[in-house]
């Protein structure tokens, strides 16, 4: 570490010196190289917080923008929206720029910010143990020497964990099983008889491209999405040059479509209640957009959603729907009872045999093995999953938790604002500058967060949620990964985008204690 740089913490170390030697002591481990983890990394490094590691269970960087290379992939929020403020990219090629230029901006950041220095792959964390003693975390990594942190920081995302379906037999399929999250493009499709389970925002960018390559696709809807017309128009050379050569151009095309967004978000989604009519509108447009493109009265009725828009995160797209057009796609809605060698069977008894089996089933989100994503062990051997199963899902503004020192996690429940990732990892940004500072400032070793300020913070979540689509919605066949194990909407921190940006910079110091 540079010695012109204030250490975070007191060395341990120093003041038990009859300890044994240890294994190398970091002020910071974060615990995720994609958008979130560099986000921390870089607000550590303003701060002149340099000695720190950063550990991910992948080859290279990029968290889901490097796990993820299904074809037609791209994102789903306007580009210039769906990155760091402070570090605007003039080269998207499109307003929903495809997932490779999103890969090749996780790499640009990571070379401007010299972040590569700190990386290391293909470790994966098993367990993080809190030291009361020594008052540091204990980071065990799958096959490597355990190392230790002053700080840990879990930035593992949201969406970084697949998930398979539980379908009796799924094991037993004889043929090619591929996860959208793991795509397997060394295959190929051309002539194969296809299923793809789920219809999920990932379905409908995969869909179109793969159909015309394949005899036959079978598509296994649960839960049809709300779509909506896709506007998504290359951004010329010129425009580029415009936004390369005067930035703030640039930054009022973010203004605008973040301030489109947050309407959407903050009138349809957040305040239901109050505006109810701005979510029947978009229905409305969605269900003229799906009978422009959809003649067949049956068919456009499988595709109909039945839940109210914003229970399940909608999508954009213009050729979704004609896919079903095609004479070899079918849409299959009955359930499905089992997966056999050769193929699938509904309930109605009937099999489709299928020699090629793609499962676009998504994440885990609140469930184990992504809240948390390993076992994470705090004061008094609490660990954080058993704790949330007791307690149900709770945190300290979206980041922190009591009983667990010294932790950052980015991925909490009550957390995410908005629709862009950048929104909440920019104010968790902020969050831990202004506690980092203070505990700076004190000469403090250790922050926790107090249980009552984690309670009230919850109660006040809670109360907020009951002016949401969630509770005032048609939710209850949308299937929604919004909606934990008991059924409450515990990923999303129903508040305006710059209300959540103003807390995390001034939330009361006295929510902690500083030691």
Not at 147 to 171: E, F, N, Q, W
Not at 174 to 181: D, P, S
Not at 385 to 397: F, I, K, M, N, V
Request: with cysteine; charged share 20%.
């Amino acid at each position: 570490m540079n010695a012109a740089v204030k250490p975070l913490l007191a060395d341990p170390q120093a003041e038990a010196p009859a300890q044994p030697a240890a294994k190398a002591l970091y002020e910071a481990v974060i615990v995720g190289c994609g958008f979130g983890g560099m986000g921390v990394a870089i607000q550590l490094g303003r701060m002149g917080i340099d000695d720190i590691l950063m550990l991910d269970q992948s080859d290279d960087l990029g968290g889901t923008w490097h796990q993820n290379t299904y074809p037609g992939l791209a994102v789903d929020i306007p580009s210039v929206t769906y990155s760091y403020s402070f570090e605007p990219n003039p080269n998207w090629s499109r307003l929903y720029a495809p997932g490779a230029e999103l890969k090749s901006y996780t790499q640009h950041v990571a070379d401007k910010y010299r972040l590569r220095r700190f990386m290391r792959f293909n470790a994966t964390v098993e367990k993080a143990e809190f030291d009361e003693g020594r008052q540091h975390w204990t980071v065990h990594v799958a096959g490597q020497p355990p190392v230790r942190a002053k700080v840990l920081v879990i930035a593992t995302g949201y969406l970084s964990h697949p998930k398979r379906p539980d379908i009796p037999g799924l094991d037993s399929f004889a043929g090619k099983v591929i996860h959208t999250a793991r795509w397997d493009h060394g295959y190929d499709l051309a002539g194969k008889r296809a299923a793809v389970i789920g219809t999920g925002a990932t379905a409908v960018q995969l869909l179109p491209r793969i159909a015309p390559l394949l005899t036959q696709l079978d598509v296994y809807q649960r839960t049809p999405i709300w779509v909506s017309p896709k506007y998504d128009p290359k951004i010329t050379a010129w425009v580029r040059r415009l936004f390369a050569a005067l930035p703030f151009t640039q930054r009022l095309a973010r203004f605008a479509t973040s301030s489109f967004l947050e309407a959407i978000t903050y009138g349809g989604v957040l305040h239901n209640r109050s505006f109810a009519f701005m979510t029947r509108s978009v229905e409305q447009t969605c269900k003229a957009h799906l009978a422009r493109q959809i003649k067949d009265p049956e068919l456009r009725r499988k595709l109909t959603p039945q839940y109210s828009f914003g229970c399940k995160r909608p999508t954009f797209a213009n050729n979704y729907y004609p896919t079903f057009n095609r004479s070899n796609v079918e849409l299959v809605t009955d359930p499905i009872e089992r997966i056999e060698a050769d193929g699938i069977v509904t309930r109605d008894g009937r099999k489709r045999a299928i020699d090629t089996l793609i499962l676009a089933t998504g994440f885990k989100v609140c469930e184990r093995g992504n809240f948390p994503a390993f076992e994470v062990v705090g004061r008094n051997g609490m660990e954080l999953g058993d704790w949330w199963e007791r307690e149900r899902y709770q945190s300290y503004e979206g980041i922190t938790m009591p009983g667990f020192p010294n932790l950052f996690l980015l991925p909490s429940p009550y957390s995410y604002t908005g629709l862009s990732f950048f929104f909440t990892v920019e104010g968790q940004m902020k969050h831990i500058k202004r506690c980092l500072g203070e505990m700076r400032r004190r000469q403090a070793r250790t922050f926790e967060v107090t249980r009552e300020a984690n309670d009230a913070y919850v109660r006040r979540m809670k109360a907020r949620l009951a002016q949401t689509v969630f509770l005032n919605g048609n939710c209850a066949s949308a299937n929604s990964y919004y909606f934990d194990r008991n059924g409450e909407v515990s990923i999303v921190r129903p508040m305006p985008v710059a209300t959540m940006h103003w807390r995390s910079a001034h939330f009361p110091l006295s929510d902690y204690r500083f030691a």
